[in-house]
């Protein structure tokens, strides 16, 4: 008895030390300024995020930022995880299509008072619309740092084979449907446009989405309050996508991946998919001139979409301990030189745009083209955006199989996305 | 009263000395109970409590029943129950016919069996993700499936996990081929556990093979079949890995049972509190067949 006493005393003793010891770590909100800040990123392969935060550790004495390199497929949910528990990053790269959903929880705190708006981080070096979709419900609670814009990327080499005379500088919609026909029509290993239907980002950025935006519709109004699903350009755009659809895979349609997509392109069996410049067939797959990145649509009308970028925001767990060292990194970042590091590709500064030689060659400029005309998100960023990008996915699947007519089942999507907006 | 008194009152009031013996090894299971219910019960504890809350302003806010009442008005979660059922019942069902045809097959020594046995385990034993990949492209519109047909004569450029109407039964038939050697172990063990004798008594009394199924070694099986049911339904029930990764819970919610909603409630759109309450709901869900079990287990016991 007199043992289990000791025993009982003994784990009185240690939990009480492990609770003070515990409340001791996590008091983070002292006065000293802390030094050492954590950065959490997707795995960046080129290693050279990597680079940069060892050259900042050196140019920085007295500073220490460790970086956090997490798997893209698991990015979001290590992200949703750690703000949720409080324990994580001080800062962090958000996927732009995923930071409503973080800012609606209230997961990020307001990012400009910490990092202060000047030089590299004034207003107006960055690409209007893309620092008006790193806000949130009024409040500028990231700063962007890339765009993911996607176009209409067609095989040149492929298409000539099939019979399609070069589009040039527009296209239309018929001319479109009518070249993928022809490269759907050169056999069976053959897709004339290819799509991935299983994941709900595609369908708003890369599917159905921006053909509704390109036939002038929408997914609501603008004061966010009801669903426009129901009208004749949404129609238009996803009857057009089925068009398309019709020339690729069906089984794409629960493809939970883009890579067949990707490889086809590379391989010369698919004659066209709505991607990014990061999709781009690389060399060593296929010769570069064989591809064209073309804007497709008469000027007024170029089919594209611009969300799918990188945000940077901080945590409202981090304290003002760490403001300091914030700052710092932050002001550094986004020098033209360093920002393309976290990039490689299209940074979200103005002052970025010469340091990002991996995009000079003129098969981008529709990029950059896209980036100066400010294009605007297909979906206005909002706390349900998952659920409305899950429920279009849905809805583009069962136009896609026709089990549905276009007008019923955005009609039927109709109701459901009001849902989302009045939650 | 006097005498009784007398009696009592040179004995202690403590228990006596074999229960005392008896208590000790309790008191040393303690830990190891203390730590089981802080292992199994704290989670479920504070899973139920986070499905009354929300997250607003970067904590969780208490909102009661809030969840429930939402997740309850949501057409698509009747639509996902149904789904479940219509999955959990696919699926055992398959795997148990296929168990257990397989199971009488192989209830005999042979060369041929003793070696065609384990064969059988081999889908069992083949991680989730690989049978995933490979039905998938069964699937396919140029997969196995439609080049079968049409050495039948059926031409077929179906993608069977790209329609809704064939979809999910596609899903069922690739997880009962995954599953069913663990009937199939069960259903053997089961079987070659019946005496001998018994069965040669029937055979001795003139009863055919089937009748001495039915009549002499079914009867004897019932715990194991039972048992077996109840573990495969809350197993098929709670699956997630092979329809996410075949379908994604596509295409247009055809194959979004409730795992796979769980997933993307708190892993897609980061509701934890929403997911929560819906796990507290599949909670409850699995919890029938288990209740059921027990209410026969002490039915039969009792007499």
């Known amino acids: 008895m007199r043992n289990i006493r000791k025993i009982g005393v003994a784990a009185m ?358 980036l100066n005309e400010n294009a605007n998100n297909p979906i206005p960023l909002n706390a349900n955006l998952v659920a409305q990008a899950n429920l279009l996915m849905s809805t583009m699947q069962s136009v896609i199989q026709g089990t549905q007519s276009t007008k019923a089942a955005l009609a039927q999507a109709q109701t459901a996305f009001d849902a989302t907006l009045t939650k | 009263m006097t005498s009784i008194k007398a009696v009592g009152a040179g004995i202690s009031p403590r228990r006596p000395a074999s229960r005392r013996r008896n208590a000790g090894p309790y008191v040393w299971l303690i830990p190891a109970f203390a730590l089981l219910l802080f292992v199994v019960g704290y989670p479920i504890i504070e899973n139920i409590n986070a499905s009354f809350t929300t997250a607003a302003g970067g904590t969780d806010q208490y909102v009661g029943l809030a969840q429930y009442k939402s997740m309850l008005s949501d057409p698509l979660f009747y639509h996902s129950v149904l789904l479940t059922i219509y999955w959990t019942v696919g699926v055992t069902a398959l795997q148990f016919l296929l168990g257990a045809v397989a199971a009488l097959a192989a209830d005999r020594s042979s060369w041929f069996v003793r070696r065609i046995r384990p064969v059988l385990i081999i889908p069992w034993v083949l991680p989730g993700v690989v049978v995933a990949n490979i039905w998938v492209v069964f699937y396919n519109e140029d997969g196995l499936v439609n080049s079968l047909l049409s050495l039948v004569g059926i031409h077929s450029d179906q993608a069977w996990l790209a329609n809704q109407n064939t979809a999910l039964p596609a899903v069922i038939l690739a997880a009962a081929w995954k599953g069913f050697p663990f009937y199939f172990l069960l259903l053997l063990a089961g079987l070659q556990s019946v005496p001998v004798e018994t069965r040669e008594a029937a055979k001795i009394d003139g009863a055919n093979s089937f009748q001495t199924l039915k009549g002499v070694v079914l009867p004897q099986m019932k715990a194991i079949v039972i048992t077996s049911l109840v573990l495969g339904v809350i197993a098929t029930s709670n699956y997630f890995d092979g329809i996410y990764l075949m379908t994604g819970g596509g295409p247009s919610n055809a194959t979004l049972t409730l795992p796979v909603w769980l997933y993307n409630t708190a892993f897609s759109e980061f509701d934890i509190a929403k997911a929560s309450a819906l796990s507290v709901i599949i909670l409850l869900i699995v919890l029938v067949p288990v209740i059921i079990r027990l209410i026969a287990q002490r039915k039969r016991s009792r007499r």
């Open chain 1, 13 to 370: 003793a240690a939990a009480m030390v492990l609770t003070v010891a515990s409340c001791s770590s996590s008091s983070s909100g002292s006065a000293a300024p802390s030094k050492e800040l954590s950065v959490w990123i997707p795995s960046d392969d080129s290693g050279r995020v990597a680079a940069y935060i060892a050259a900042f550790n050196t140019s920085h004495p007295g500073y220490t930022v460790t970086l956090r390199q997490i798997p893209f497929a698991q990015y979001d949910n290590a992200l949703g995880q750690a703000f949720r528990a409080g324990q994580g990053p001080d800062i962090a790269q958000i996927n732009g299509t995923t930071f409503p959903s973080f800012a609606s929880k209230g997961y990020l705190q307001p990012i400009v008072p910490i990092v202060g708006d000047t030089g590299e981080l004034a207003t107006a070096n960055f690409y209007p619309n893309l620092y008006q979709a790193a806000a949130f419900d009024g409040k500028q609670l990231s700063l962007p740092i890339d765009t993911g814009t996607r176009v209409m990327q067609y095989n040149k080499k492929l298409l000539a084979k099939a019979g399609v005379a070069p589009f040039g500088e527009t296209t239309s919609y018929a001319d479109l449907l009518s070249a993928a026909q022809k490269v759907r029509a050169l056999g069976d290993k053959y897709q004339g446009f290819c799509y991935v239907g299983g994941d709900k980002w595609y369908t708003v950025n890369s599917n159905a989405g921006p053909f509704v935006i390109q036939s002038g519709g929408a997914f609501m109004n603008k004061e966010q309050t009801k669903a426009t699903l129901d009208t004749p350009e949404a129609e238009a755009g996803f009857n057009f996508f089925k068009s398309m659809a019709a020339t690729g895979d069906k089984s794409n349609l629960v493809a939970t991946a883009s890579s067949t997509c990707v490889e086809g392109f590379g391989a010369g069996t698919v004659g066209m998919q709505f991607d990014g410049f990061w999709d781009i067939p690389s060399k060593d797959k296929a010769s570069a001139t064989d591809f064209e990145l073309g804007q497709t649509m008469p000027k007024d009308k170029t089919t594209y979409s611009s969300t799918g970028g990188w945000v940077l925001g901080v945590p409202t767990y981090v304290k003002s301990d760490k403001f300091d060292v914030l700052k710092t990194f932050v002001n550094d970042m986004y020098a033209p030189k360093n920002i393309v590091q976290f990039t490689g590709l299209m940074p979200a500064t103005k002052s970025g745009r010469d340091a990002a030689t991996a995009l000079k060659a003129p098969q981008y400029d529709i990029y950059w083209k896209i």
